[in-house]
């Protein structure tokens, strides 16, 4: 008869907090029959968000052609269309054989992990991070170390301070920009720095860029690939974000930089790649058409734009609250406000986020789930409108007066 077992050892540390405890929770109040406001994820059609009109239409064009495993690198139409976007952008060697299209970004990440990482080596990761990297370091046996984000620095990390965690094991740096959570975008001579330290201690650049070209005012987003020359540089970015088709599950990763020290390495993902056999092959039309087709999410960052104005919604009710603070998110889809810690010694991110979502029926994610070390914050999408969000904001701020006032009074007196 079969014994009861646990779950293998090295899932032990990891988190996934964006569908952890909480999220199991709103699930059961919504089974109760209540609406659950669901700002814990950035998923773009829960908002009314729907793939652009050409990406669909290239799946339907070509569904018949798309019954047969393809190339375990993706496509080559696909990986042409990526490789195409790193050339106009001036990596120089871009060539759609370093080009892997992937079940998403969440893939990628972990295969090109899995094919470098020793047990016991480092990877530097951002703090806050999204928890997936820090997920995929452990589970092939690395160690995250964090390179602080913080909020007073705007979510930007100091190039000294990361200088300083780097030692003999570590093998790689992740950058997330546009950053989620913070909605950081890294200035490129902030690039430029990291890029040189890289280059200097031999180490390898992930860099995420998901959310780019989701920008806000002036903030210029910079690919990190055109910058590097001396290390080897993987960029990562996909469908679900700016092209708004999360549910096709599709991403690519595109290789560029130094690349002979790194053959070994290159083998290795192309053997994890054969091993899964390829990405979803309708999927991949809708990459080609995403590449080659209209720009169709810049109108929704700009002016007036709907992710602007719930953005604008949400920096309203944070400079009127008396208890929030945020530093205003330059891209990607998020807020990470906070509250003051020096003022607020008590607030625990954990009990606000659910007493928000027992009392107010609406799902954040407690900031220390992004693998932080305080827990004065937490992240909501920008996804739903402005009067959702405004709606919204006013909730918070209420469960913050309930937990936070009658401490101030004592506090006081
Ligand atoms: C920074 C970042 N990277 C990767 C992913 C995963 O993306 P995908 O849907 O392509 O797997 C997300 C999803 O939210 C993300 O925020």
Redesign the pocket.
Known sequence: MLQPFSAARRLEQVRYDIRGPLHARAGELEAEGHHITRLHI?NPALFGFEAPAHLRAAISARLPEAEAYCHQQGLAVAREAVAKVQADRGVIGAHPDQVYIGN???EL?DLSLRAMIEPGDEVLVPAPD?P?WSAAVLLNGGRPVYYPCPPERDGLPDPEQLEALIGPRTRALVL?NPN?PTGAVYPKELLQRLVQLAERFGLVIFS?E?YEGLTFDDAVFHPVAPLVRDTLCVTLS?L?KVHRA?GYRA?WLAISGLLRPAREFLNGLNLLAALRLCSNVPAQWAVVAALQGPDTHTELVREGGRLQQSRAAVLEAVSSSSYLQCAPPQGAIYAFPGVDPLRYPEFDDQRFAMQLLEDKHILVVPGSSFNVPYRNHFRITLLPDAQVMHRALADIDSVLQQQLAPAKADAAA
């Open positions: 950035g998403g970004v969440s990440i999204y997936l997330i989620n995420d998901i996909g679900s999360c991403g």
